[in-house]
């Protein structure tokens, strides 16, 4: 694994773009993986070690309907790369859950982690289900059901989950319960994103969308653009995107679109996210929103503005829209926005894209502050939180642009680069147990 060969000769490349099946996230995330550890002429062993997940477990989950009948859920927890630390990522309820989705979302976690440089590892989990169709009862007994069964891998030192597409507070805290009743003590430490009242952070629910404001913020800078009037189009309307939409909002930002699962909302001359946020509160979708023009998810990624952040799921910017988007910065808000295949399009057309692996790692940094309070039994407020993760993500952002340039290459080719070169340096210091 030690050995060190050629850049010519040091990756074995399976052919690309012809057989890239674009939707599958695993490919896409592999992809650019390849690439980089070709840029980073990173030894085969490690290649080949890092390409391949730790742990993937499929358990089945069953549980009780209100109506009394027993149902049956899939569920699946991969623990990608544990090498810099304990594996750390979300769990989603979601309808389209599959295990190379996960795997996907599991890499980007270890990816991401090394970026902003946590000694954090890397996973991700998720329930096939519709949450939308689920009683609040129903849910907590899937959930703390889904906990039990992958209970072996969970805990402070060795797997932390994290709220993700469609989980939330309530639910961190089931999680920590159910796992803490078996343990027979309490342990705040093995999931963030919890309540506050219960170990939570100060800070760590606006903490994704925060994350998203100041890489814009700091993109921006480095274009010389203006950041007041800038205009914004964001793409999903859940924690990262309404949040992420009201910091960018209160920087002097113009946020002229927004969109959820029932369409699009826009108003030339900037909405009032306040408003907006409080629309969705009462009659939870944007579809009635009366202050504003309608348009489709579709058209509204196309719009005329200056930042687009994707902030809601993968594969929304593929080959097909990419060359259509006016966008001069795309901010990764969501995991996976854009395909490998949209990639070139958007490097062709000098969009400059902040990628998700170093866009949303505002939410990860902040469970790791949770994690440290955690531990520690100390709790920070909420400026110490939110100075801490403003650091953080400068320095990252200054680090990430920092290979790209030196390397001529695009954002995200250069976040991955940085934390394949961290991952990969831990490797080799502990070298191989075999
Ligand atoms: N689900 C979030 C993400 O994709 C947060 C993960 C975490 O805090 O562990 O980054």
């Not at 099946?21 to 030894?43: G, I, K, T, V, W």
């Not at 709220?163 to 009743?181: G, K, L």
């Not at 929304?316 to 829209?321: D, Q, R």
Request: with cysteine; net charge neutral.
């Amino acid at each position: 694994m030690t050995t060190v060969t050629p850049p010519s000769q040091a990756i074995i490349r399976p052919e690309k773009d012809t057989f890239l099946e674009e939707e599958n996230p695993f490919e896409s995330m592999m992809s650019r993986f390849d690439y980089a550890a070709q840029r980073l002429s990173l030894d085969p062993g490690l290649y080949k070690v890092l390409r391949s997940p730790e742990k993937q477990i499929i358990v089945s989950v069953p549980f009780l309907r209100d109506s009394g009948e027993v149902d049956v859920y899939t569920g699946y927890r991969v623990l990608y790369n544990t090498s810099r630390g304990p594996a750390k990522g979300g769990i989603r309820f979601d309808l389209n859950v599959t295990l190379d989705e996960v795997k996907a979302l599991a890499a980007w976690m270890t990816w991401k982690c090394a970026v902003v440089n946590i000694p954090f590892g890397g996973s991700k989990g998720g329930v096939v289900c519709d949450p939308a169709s689920l009683s609040n009862a129903e849910l907590e007994r899937i959930t703390r059901r889904y906990t039990s069964a992958i209970i072996e891998t969970l805990g402070p030192d060795s797997d932390v989950p994290a709220p993700d597409v469609n989980t939330n507070e309530r639910m961190m805290a089931w999680i920590m319960d159910t796992y803490s009743m078996h343990k027979r003590h309490t342990v705040t430490a093995v999931v963030t994103g919890k309540p506050v009242e219960m170990g939570g952070s100060l800070g760590r629910r606006e903490a994704t969308g925060r994350g998203c404001m100041i890489v814009t913020r700091e993109a921006l800078r480095r274009l010389r653009m203006p950041v007041e009037g800038t205009r914004v189009v964001v793409q999903g309307f859940g924690n990262v995107g309404s949040i992420g939409a009201q910091l960018m909002e209160e920087q002097g930002m113009s946020v002229v679109a927004v969109s959820d699962k029932s369409g699009a909302v826009y108003n030339p001359k900037g909405l009032r996210i306040r408003e907006v946020i409080q629309h969705v509160r009462q009659h939870r979708f944007l579809s009635e929103y009366k202050e504003a023009e309608h348009l489709t998810n579709e058209q509204m990624l196309t719009l005329d503005c200056d930042v687009l952040v994707p902030a809601a799921m993968e594969n929304v910017i593929t080959s097909h829209n990419a060359g259509q988007i006016k966008a001069r910065i795309i901010c990764e808000g969501a995991n996976g926005p854009t395909t490998a295949g949209a990639d070139k399009i958007l490097d062709q057309n000098g969009v400059f894209v902040i990628p998700d692996i170093l866009a949303n790692a505002g939410g990860v940094t902040v469970s790791y502050f949770e994690w440290v309070q955690d531990r520690g039994g100390y709790f920070w407020d909420e400026d110490t939180v939110n100075q801490r993760l403003e650091r953080i993500m400068v320095q990252s952002f200054e680090e990430v642009a920092g290979m790209a340039g030196r390397h001529g290459i695009n954002l995200r080719i250069g976040a991955y680069m940085q934390a394949i070169e961290r991952v990969a340096a831990v490797h080799r210091l502990r070298g191989m147990y075999a």
